[in-house]
């Protein structure tokens, strides 16, 4: 097998002090995990460094049952967007490994979707992590890299990556960074709230690791998946079929809310006994007291789940941040806003009824004519349901031209703007709801099909839909205005802004003219507990507009 080693860390943007500021020492055994993973790869690196280094981030572009691959030979990223842009990193692509990888790939079945985008600044899953190990390779040889998103495969195609990853030709030296966190629902003030299935999942994560088999996460319930709100599983799983053997476990914790886990394998094999020492069987018994607990939950003893996956079961690709769903070449732009704002931000929001409701040509240049409603209402939300229609019986995503034979009108499609896409049931309550509040695609056209997708089968709140749904749910897009930081004499009214409130690389998002928000006061405090903000004081406010596409009643 052609891999030296293989390490699974996490993402969040606080463990860089450029970000956290001091807040990164809440997080005490993910630091120590880091900097003992560091130190491991550092002596692992200077025995044997590997030729390529393949980096699995869940924050690449979401490709509906397939890996994305992303095909650029130089990369660039920084961590601009959460306020320090002086963390870079910069990596070489090597079009020989590219090539084989894709004919391992294809030998084994595994579809791929491929796009050329250098820029990975708006993927905080690669940049995180390689900021933190670029530096352990020897002498600044950085390895040639090759960057993946495998958020959009099942989980059978997440297992059969790892095999086909174990099963590489050729003489190259690989390694490969997993890049995934845990459970985003550990804790009731976290910003994604608590649920019970986090916790459970967290602890069958640990268990697997230290038995080197995916079985225990294979044991889980898809609902306890999809409660759990993860966006690490398929990175997990494709490590854990890679090894197939123990990891050695670094450190665990969920100290905002969220699972960040270090571990590694090492290929004893390929190192002197003197390099062995770290990812040998059993030496996550070593581990000092505290340094990786399991979850407290009497229900966390998953081995014993007797709900086993059936075979096809649908699973959640949970992913908080994921990007566009097409599989043809993109560069993805970024809006000029503060550097908290800058690419994109992807929330689940409760239901929002903006003060707003559309008209057909609502938004649009007033030079063009409203779109035809007569076949189901405005091509918005017709394009969604077409979206996740295709998602949900597997077939391709729509494209921007599948778009246009809705309405040939590209005033309606061109324009770069951030969107939500909502499901409600018939009876009125709701099914899903995602979106983004900055754009991160191409086109509108892009936006509304990549949230449809996302509010379809990816909202941490509620379980994927199913085929037998569609006839009986109703869906709207809320196409939003670029915010604007709030300044004197600019007003805030909850019927008709809503709110973005950012402080300390958090922020919290709250569409406008909710049932229940009356004033500004408890707009701003609901908008702030959703993004984990206990002080409004320093905050920054921005406040958007919101239009309303309805699907009509059929």
């Not at 002197?272 to 505290?290: C, S």
């Not at 809503?498 to 006061?521: F, H, N, T």
């Amino acid at each position: 097998m052609p891999f030296t080693w293989a390490a699974l860390m996490p993402h969040p943007p606080v463990l860089a002090h450029e970000v956290g500021r001091g807040r990164e020492r809440e997080a005490p055994r993910t630091l120590d995990g880091t900097e003992r993973l560091r130190a491991a790869l550092t002596e692992l690196n200077a025995a044997l460094a590997p030729d390529v280094l393949l980096v699995l981030s869940p924050h690449q572009p979401y490709t509906p049952g397939a890996l994305f691959i992303n095909s650029a030979l130089q990369f660039r990223g920084s961590l601009a967007r959460f306020g320090a842009p002086g963390v870079q990193v910069s990596l070489t692509g090597s079009r020989a490994a590219l090539d084989d990888l894709s004919a391992a790939l294809k030998a084994a079945g595994i579809p791929c979707a491929a796009g050329d985008m250098p820029d990975i600044t708006p993927d905080h899953g690669a940049v995180v992590p390689l900021q933190f190990i670029l530096p352990t390779f020897p002498d600044g040889k950085i390895p040639s890299a090759i960057i993946a998103g495998p958020s959009g495969l099942s989980i059978d195609q997440a297992l059969a990556l790892g095999d086909a990853l174990r099963g590489l030709p050729g003489e190259r030296r690989w390694a490969l960074l997993a890049s995934g966190d845990l459970s985003h629902r550990l804790k009731s003030d976290g910003p994604y709230g608590f649920d019970p299935n986090g916790p459970v999942f967290d602890a069958a994560v640990l268990e697997a690791l230290k038995l080197g088999d995916p079985a225990p996460l294979l044991n889980l319930k898809t609902a306890t998946i999809a409660g759990a709100g993860e966006c690490g599983l398929r990175s997990v799983l494709a490590l854990l079929r890679l090894t197939r053997a123990p990891l050695e476990l670094f450190s665990y914790e969920g100290p905002f809310g969220v699972g960040y886990c270090n571990a590694l394998w090492t290929n004893r094999a390929l190192f002197p006994p003197e390099n062995r020492q770290t990812g040998a069987p059993g030496a996550h018994e070593q581990d000092r007291e505290g340094e990786a607990p399991v979850p407290e939950n009497p229900q966390a003893a998953t081995r014993d789940a007797t709900d086993r996956r059936r075979a096809g079961e649908p699973s959640t690709p949970e992913n908080p941040q994921a990007v566009s769903p097409t599989a043809r070449k993109t560069r993805i732009g970024i809006s000029v806003l503060p550097s908290l704002f800058r690419a994109h931000a992807e929330h689940p929001t409760g239901e929002a009824r903006p003060a707003r409701a559309a008209s057909a040509g609502s938004g649009q240049n007033p030079d063009t004519p409203p779109p035809s409603t007569s076949q189901g209402g405005h091509p918005y939300p017709r394009l969604a349901r077409a979206a996740i229609t295709a998602l949900l019986k597997g077939r391709p995503a729509p494209t921007p031209a599948d778009a246009e034979t809705l309405a040939p009108q590209p005033d309606l499609w061109a324009p770069r703007k951030g969107c939500f896409v909502s499901i409600k049931n018939r009876d009125g309550s709701l099914r899903g709801c995602i979106g983004t509040f900055l754009p991160v695609r191409n086109g509108l056209a892009e936006e509304i099909t990549s949230n449809a997708a996302s509010a379809a089968t990816r909202d941490p709140r509620f379980p994927p839909m199913r085929p037998e749904e569609l006839s009986n749910v109703r869906i709207s897009v809320d196409v939003l205005s670029e915010p604007e930081l709030m300044r004197p004499g600019m007003r805030l009214d909850p019927k008709i802004y809503g709110v973005i409130v950012c402080k300390d690389g958090r922020r919290g998002l709250l569409l406008p003219d909710l049932e229940g928000i009356d004033s500004v006061e408890q707009q701003v405090a609901v908008a702030a507990q959703k993004g984990g903000i206990r002080d409004t004081a320093g905050a920054e406010i921005y406040r958007f507009t919101v239009d309303r596409y309805r699907e009509e009643n059929t």
